[in-house]
């Protein structure tokens, strides 16, 4: 079986379960359905890793120190981009660097989200132009402030418009079963999320 490689971006005061919870999803989804199909990758449609600047600890918010999985030059080919979002995003919006590995990545992948203040981090590579969109509820006017041009949606958990995005922190979950059932099937992204034993809000992306 051919995986898609899910790569999930950290930093510095990310929120955990911006990364943690598509970590989960993604990371726990089988096409074959049950608990014993989750001891191995056998069925498994995803390779999911966390990839960050270099592979040093970062420090999350609340302070959990995570080890990246790779760093930005070690990497594998990333097919599904996510940008999870926290207050380490604010100093990353004037960090070019950073804006320049994830428009390039972006370049590279078949499919981009984000979660919460993650979108702003996409509009600030120019990846939301003229887009839908929404983030974190007390970030959408930021949102709306780096671009005009994207028709920020308000209310709503998972946006799709090319680009996926979700909106604050749990909302991230929702999003990545969304992904799941526009790749593999809503059937799959059900049994997936009864195993997790969570009721997801999601439309296919």
Same mark, same amino acid.
């Given at each position: 079986?051919?995986?898609?490689?899910?790569?999930?971006?950290?930093?510095?005061?990310?929120?955990?379960?911006?990364?943690?919870?598509?970590?989960?999803?993604?990371?726990?989804?089988?096409?074959?359905?049950?608990?014993?199909?989750?001891?191995?990758?056998?069925?498994? =449609?995803?390779?999911?890793?966390?990839?960050?600047?270099?592979?040093? =600890?970062?420090?999350?918010?609340?302070?959990?120190?995570?080890? =990246?999985?790779?760093?930005?030059?070690? /990497?594998?080919?990333?097919?599904?981009?996510? %940008?999870?979002?926290?207050?380490?995003?604010?100093?990353?919006?004037?960090?070019?660097?950073?804006?320049?590995?994830?428009?390039? /990545?972006?370049?590279?992948?078949?499919?981009?989200?984000?979660?919460?203040?993650?979108?702003?981090?996409?509009?600030?590579?120019?990846?939301?132009?003229?887009?839908?969109?929404?983030?974190?509820?007390?970030?959408?006017?930021?949102?709306? /402030?780096?671009? =005009?041009?994207?028709?920020?949606?308000?209310?709503?958990?998972?946006?799709?418009?090319?680009?996926?995005?979700?909106?604050? %922190?749990?909302?991230?979950?929702?999003?990545?079963?969304?992904?799941?059932?526009?790749?593999?099937?809503?059937?799959?992204?059900?049994?997936?999320?009864?195993?997790?034993?969570?009721?997801?809000?999601?439309?296919?992306?």
């Amino acid at each position: 079986m051919t995986r898609q490689n899910v790569g999930i971006l950290i930093f510095d005061d990310v929120e955990v379960l911006d990364f943690a919870g598509p970590f989960e999803v993604f990371s726990r989804t089988r096409l074959v359905a049950g608990a014993e199909s989750r001891r191995s990758d056998e069925s498994a =449609p995803f390779r999911v890793f966390t990839v960050a600047r270099t592979s040093e =600890p970062i420090t999350t918010i609340g302070g959990m120190r995570v080890v =990246p999985g790779y760093s930005w030059m070690t /990497a594998p080919p990333i097919e599904i981009l996510v %940008v999870p979002g926290g207050f380490g995003t604010r100093s990353l919006l004037k960090d070019e660097p950073t804006l320049a590995w994830i428009k390039d /990545a972006a370049g590279r992948a078949s499919l981009v989200t984000s979660v919460c203040t993650g979108a702003l981090l996409l509009a600030q590579a120019g990846l939301l132009r003229g887009r839908r969109a929404t983030t974190h509820w007390a970030a959408l006017d930021s949102l709306s /402030a780096i671009d =005009p041009t994207i028709d920020v949606e308000r209310n709503v958990r998972v946006v799709s418009d090319t680009v996926v995005t979700s909106a604050g %922190v749990s909302a991230g979950i929702d999003m990545s079963f969304a992904v799941v059932a526009r790749l593999c099937g809503t059937d799959v992204a059900r049994e997936t999320a009864h195993y997790i034993e969570y009721v997801p809000q999601y439309q296919r992306a």
